[in-house]
């Protein structure tokens, strides 16, 4: 009968462990349940029908028991048990994150897709200027290296450089002489041998300059209308800067003079060049001091001059006959460079 009260024990406590693994989350303590005390009870004075009764009703609960499947099913109890206390445990953890409580979440920046999206203008501006510089390095490496084959093709070889001749033209816009030669042997001259001519026109000639209490004025050969043409022709030559311009104009001036502004218009507007800014140097001081330098550079020839208009070539005024007759001529014969194919 012990044994049967001892057996019965067992299973018992093998059910409150199950109740307890169940409920651990619910309880906190567990429920004392204490045996039947059957010594106690014989003790009291119990009758020997009701000890008999007792008995019998032990007999009842001590009906054979398969261990073995007791076992089995108690561990599958336990394991299903730990399985849904894990899943508790999981959906806990998830809650913790849901609510942020003890979890650090690390936010997800999109900083460089936006910076790439921000600044897309301003990195294709940096490509283009970086292939921008890299063509321009490539073209000016291309540049030197072609430099280079020709320095190196033309190494050892001569290079010819033309000496250039200065002539300086002395004349006066009324004197015929002055025309003639301006006309017929200076401007084919130039046109043929311009490649190695540096001219200089000088319209003063003959005149004087007066100077009366800070006031300029000009004595000329043929008179006050000649003073006007000079300063025009003098204000063309320093304005115009174009050489074979300057030739062409005054050749068009100088054919008739007479009326220098008037022809002066023309002769200029002729050769694509604006008027305005002749016209106002003619009528300003600016003319004046023009035609009072050349004026300075014709006092200063030596020697002095003696008949207009006067050449010199490179400074010298050698041979002005054989000049007046054939300028060409003169100036082939005087090159210091290789011949001149016009010569």
């Given at each position: 009968m012990d044994m049967g009260g001892g057996r019965l024990i067992r299973i018992m406590i093998l059910v409150l462990v199950m109740v307890l693994v169940w409920k651990i989350w619910d309880y906190s303590s567990l429920p004392v349940l204490e045996p039947p005390s059957f010594n106690a009870e014989i003790s009291k004075g119990m009758s020997s029908s009701k000890l008999q009764s007792d008995q019998e009703q032990n007999s009842v609960l001590q009906a054979p028991v398969d261990e073995e499947q007791l076992l089995q099913e108690t561990r599958t109890t336990i394991h299903t048990l730990e399985n849904e206390s894990d899943t508790e445990i999981r959906e806990e953890k998830q809650d913790l994150i849901q609510k942020g409580e003890g979890i650090v979440i690390r936010p997800i920046t999109k900083k460089k897709k936006l910076t790439d999206k921000g600044n897309n203008s301003e990195t294709m501006k940096i490509k283009s200027k970086k292939k921008e510089h890299e063509e321009s390095g490539k073209l000016e490496k291309e540049k030197?290296?072609?430099?280079?084959?020709?320095?190196?093709?033309?190494?050892?070889?001569?290079?010819?450089?033309?000496?250039?001749?200065?002539i300086e033209i002395y004349y006066e816009v009324l004197c015929s002489d002055s025309r003639n030669f301006i006309m017929k042997q200076l401007t084919p001259?130039?046109?043929?041998?311009k490649d190695i001519?540096?001219?200089?026109?000088?319209?003063?000639g003959k005149a004087k300059t007066l100077e009366e209490n800070g006031k300029v004025t000009f004595d000329c050969q043929h008179g006050p209308r000649e003073c006007e043409g000079n300063i025009v022709h003098?204000?063309?030559?320093?304005?115009?800067?174009?050489?074979?311009?300057?030739i062409a104009i005054v050749h068009c001036m100088i054919d008739r003079?007479?009326?220098?502004?008037?022809?002066?218009?023309?002769?200029?507007?002729?050769?694509?060049?604006?008027?305005?800014?002749i016209s106002s140097c003619v009528t300003s001081d600016k003319g004046t001091s023009i035609l009072k330098h050349m004026g300075d550079m014709t006092h200063r020839l030596k020697p002095e001059v003696t008949f207009i208009p006067t050449i010199t070539i490179n400074g010298s005024q050698e041979d002005q006959k054989h000049i007046l007759l054939d300028f060409h001529k003169v100036l082939c014969k005087r090159y210091k460079g290789p011949r001149h194919p016009s010569c």
């Open positions: 030197k290296i072609k430099e280079k084959e020709i320095e190196k093709g033309q190494k050892g070889k001569e290079v010819a450089v033309k000496p250039t001749m200065r001259a130039f046109e043929k041998l001519l540096q001219v200089g026109l000088v319209p003063y003098a204000c063309v030559t320093n304005i115009i800067k174009d050489e074979a311009k300057q003079n007479e009326q220098p502004m008037v022809v002066g218009k023309k002769c200029v507007e002729k050769h694509g060049e604006k008027w305005a800014s």
